[in-house]
């Protein structure tokens, strides 16, 4: 079957760093996405990782475990603007084509 | 601003109503999408429309009807709805439907109440 895992909330610090695991288990893999929802708005494109490794992007990274089925979602230098909810997505090659699965987000709550 | 507009932004509708969602993309993509978005729940795809053609349906109930009239729009037509249908409706687009790397534009969604 399919299954995406990520803690349902988790709060934060201003200025500090904060980690948001992500487990899956899917029939294929063919890449996985991290998205920033705000309250209201429409999900956007945070990361794409389809390697093992860490990929940086300013004060955002993502890293990914194929072998483990492990991704995390780790922000520094956290603002109150990146309180939101933040979603892990794999892009599952299932039997006749490949399909994003989502999970059911992370909401991230920052305190000043 | 994602270039990905959905109206209307929130739809009351009693269950023997009929009404329309509709999305427009601003991107040259050629894929398009309707997901559901119910609370403490994963983001659910319902239909994918490549080049205009329905190349995925999620085995989603037939009071959901979609539309694509060509590559920019989409709509989704609803009819006899239940309350359980209730949630926000995400429009998305790609450039494609099958690239690995493919992400996607969302629209900001209809929040959809049926009573």
């Known amino acids: 079957g399919q299954n995406i895992d990520q803690p349902t909330e988790m709060t934060a610090t201003e200025g500090a760093i904060v980690q948001i695991n992500c487990t899956y288990q899917?029939?294929?893999?063919?890449?996985l996405f991290w998205y920033q929802q705000h309250a209201g708005e429409a999900p956007t494109f945070l990361s794409y990782?389809?390697?093992?490794g860490l990929e940086e992007k300013g004060r955002f990274s993502s890293f990914l475990s194929r072998s483990k089925g492990y991704s995390y979602l780790l922000l520094k230098e956290l603002q109150m603007k990146d309180s939101a909810s933040y979603l892990c997505?794999?892009?599952?090659?299932?039997?006749?084509?490949?399909?994003?699965?989502f999970g059911k987000g992370t909401r991230l709550h920052i305190l000043p | 601003e994602t270039g990905v507009t959905q109206t209307p932004r929130h739809l009351v509708m009693g269950m023997t109503n009929k009404k329309s969602l509709k999305c427009e993309q601003h991107?040259?993509?050629?894929?398009m999408y309707w997901y559901k978005q119910s609370a403490k729940k994963p983001l659910e795809l319902m239909f994918v429309?490549?080049?205009?053609?329905?190349?995925e349906n999620n085995s989603v109930p037939s009071r959901f009807s979609p539309e694509c009239p060509n590559s920019s729009h989409l709509f989704l037509h609803l009819h006899t709805l239940q309350p359980e249908d209730s949630a926000l409706y995400l429009c998305?687009?790609?450039?494609?439907?099958?690239?690995?790397?493919?992400?996607?534009?969302f629209g900001s969604g209809t929040q959809l109440s049926v009573l």
């Open positions: 997505a794999v892009r599952d090659l299932g039997n006749r084509d490949d399909k994003i699965i």
């Open positions: 429309y490549s080049l205009e053609e329905r190349v």
């Open positions: 991107l040259g993509h050629n894929a």
């Open positions: 899917t029939s294929g893999f063919n890449g």
């Open positions: 990782n389809v390697l093992d």
């Open positions: 998305a687009s790609s450039q494609d439907a099958g690239a690995p790397r493919e992400k996607l534009f």
